[in-house]
């Protein structure tokens, strides 16, 4: 079954330390993959996407992810987190070429200490 | 960027009465739009697709009497919750796929309309 996996359900960091959002996908095949980011009683924004070729995506905002076949990953990355980036990240997948709905995973929420 | 808009952001109505959400593409058509439901603290649950011209497909479990969508237009897709019950409110999202022919389902999604029935 198609699914995607975020294992940490809350993650502090401290403003200017680096992140790490974790991301595991299960999908018969090698599916687009995105990251969404939403803030309290906000909709979605899309942060980044893949969807083939460099397997390193930049995205807004400073971020970045890395899709790595081998591990099924997907994994969110920030070198330096800012106070304003405290907010729920979703990673999702959605079926190649088809007008489907994406799969998101449960979402991991994100504080920033000072 | 392309644009969703998501209208209202918050109703609040009384038990039994309908509610009607708009789902707007400004700057794009958008044949196939979603309609998501978010609890708090969770996920979104896929309620249905929207399909411009035809019924829209509903996910197992949604009642589709109950949550009635018409994607009348390229750019517009409406969700009416219909009788609503105080169990029915929550956040909900709606998306639109890019283009007509759109191969990669880029998604853009509104800012969401928070339900509160009373």
């Known amino acids: 079954a198609q699914s995607v996996t975020q294992p940490d359900i809350h993650i502090t960091v401290s403003e200017g330390a680096s992140l790490e959002l974790r991301c595991n996908y299960s999908?018969?095949?090698?599916?687009?993959l995105f990251w969404y980011v939403q803030s309290p009683g906000q909709g979605l924004q899309l942060l980044l996407k893949?969807?083939?070729?460099?397997?390193l995506v930049q995205g807004i905002k400073g971020f970045e992810a890395e899709f790595k076949r081998s591990q099924s990953s997907f994994n969110l990355r920030k070198p330096s987190v800012h106070w304003s980036d405290a907010a729920e990240y979703f990673c999702?997948?959605?079926?190649?070429?088809?007008?489907?709905?994406?799969?998101f995973g449960k979402g991991t929420t994100l504080s920033v200490s000072s | 960027g392309a644009v969703v808009s998501q209208h209202p952001s918050w109703v609040i109505c009384k038990s039994g009465t309908s509610v009607k959400i708009e789902c707007r593409s400004l700057d794009f058509q958008a044949t196939t739009m979603f309609w998501y439901r978010q609890f708090p603290k969770q996920s979104l649950m896929l309620m249905a697709t929207s399909n411009e011209g035809s019924k829209a497909t509903y996910e197992q479990g949604v009642e589709k009497d109950k949550f009635l969508i018409n994607h009348a237009s390229l750019t517009l897709s409406t969700l009416t919750v219909t009788s609503a019950h105080p169990e029915d409110s929550s956040f909900y999202i709606c998306?639109?796929?890019?283009?007509?022919?759109?191969?990669?389902?880029?998604?853009?999604f509104g800012a969401g309309t928070r339900l509160s029935v009373l």
């Open positions: 998306s639109a796929r890019e283009g007509t022919g759109n191969p990669k389902n880029i998604q853009y």
């Open positions: 893949y969807f083939s070729g460099d397997t």
């Open positions: 999702a997948v959605g079926a190649p070429g088809a007008g489907t709905a994406l799969i």
């Open positions: 999908y018969g095949a090698t599916p687009y």
